[in-house]
């Protein structure tokens, strides 16, 4: 039997190929929970888009995301041989709406399906882990796959009241994927001083005393795990804060500011010092965007 094997990500890449398990490999480089999403069903068109977005907003070369992401991803394509897609993805938001895209984009290029399945992959797998997990994979149904496709396609547009509305919702096989849209959602400005949940986060712990950056990054590994997130996004968020007047830092050490404690005690509002022009949350332009955070309701509220 043939099989194609989806990992998100090349740091369980290792550990898979070690593990012998057959068939062919494509790496999910993408972030999608991070930036702009256009909504479209041609690959072309949103990869161009994309390119365009993480270059300008991220600094990530335009060339380097065809060569590293694109070019990767062209891999799965209809075959004659191939049987069996796998889908490997942990349980995070970062996992998450990667797994949604990577349906959409099968869904896309295949007339004809071939057997899909999922694998509810575990943190920090072994290689002898996977031998295992292979053999307890899930297979997903046609319903399964369209609710995935209904889901990307909420995060592509402009709103995210359909987005919400897969927060409490059954999803199927997609057991994880109320919680990673939640998660999600709260990344949002929230109604009482504009910060997403993870800045206030950030300045919370800060709030108690100086920290060295990947102190406090470790601490937001530990404590909010379901964001999944890496070095690369956390540091493009504490710049942001940075520039905002909330943070500074001292060769590795991150402190919070005056601004950032007034910010905190609902005294100012984050959105009136950060740039929000090019910030996007999926389909989500922030700047043009009415919808913020209740902590308290824990669901998105028109302002």
């Avoid at 997609?174 to 919680?179: D, I, L, S, V, Y």
């Avoid at 001083?193 to 712990?205: D, K």
Wanted: charged share 25%.
């Amino acid at each position: 039997m043939s099989y194609l094997h989806v990992l998100n990500g090349d740091a369980v890449l290792t550990a898979f190929n070690q593990s012998s398990l057959p068939g062919d490999i494509v790496v999910c480089r993408e972030v999608l929970c991070e930036g702009k999403v256009k909504n479209t069903k041609d690959p072309d068109v949103f990869f161009e888009s994309r390119a365009k977005h993480l270059e300008f907003h991220y600094g990530i070369d335009k060339q380097s995301y065809y060569t590293q992401v694109v070019q990767e991803l062209e891999k799965i394509k209809p075959s004659g041989s191939l049987q069996e897609i796998i889908l490997w993805f942990d349980n995070d938001l970062f996992c998450q709406f990667n797994l949604l895209f990577m349906i959409h984009l099968i869904r896309q290029r295949f007339k004809a399906l071939p057997l899909i399945t999922l694998v509810d992959l575990p943190r920090h797998p072994t290689p002898e882990n996977y031998a295992t997990l292979f053999e307890t994979r899930t297979t997903l149904t046609e319903t399964d796959l369209e609710i995935a496709d209904d889901i990307w396609d909420a995060l592509c547009l402009d709103t995210p009241q359909a987005l919400e509305l897969f927060s409490h919702m059954n999803n199927g096989h997609f057991k994880h994927m109320a919680t990673a849209i939640t998660a999600h959602l709260s990344r949002f400005p929230n109604t009482e001083n504009g910060l997403s949940s993870i800045q206030e986060f950030f300045l919370q712990r800060l709030q108690m005393g100086d920290y060295r950056w990947y102190d406090l990054y470790k601490l937001f590994w530990d404590s909010l795990p379901v964001y999944g997130f890496g070095d690369f996004q956390l540091d493009v968020m504490t710049n942001r804060m940075i520039k905002a007047g909330v943070l500074e830092q001292d060769d590795q050490m991150l402190r919070i500011t005056s601004l950032g404690s007034e910010i905190l005690a609902n005294e100012e509002n984050y959105m009136d010092y950060a740039p929000m022009e090019h910030r996007w949350l999926g389909g989500v332009r922030l700047k043009t965007s009415r919808w913020r955070w209740n902590k308290k309701l824990q669901r998105l509220v028109s302002m």
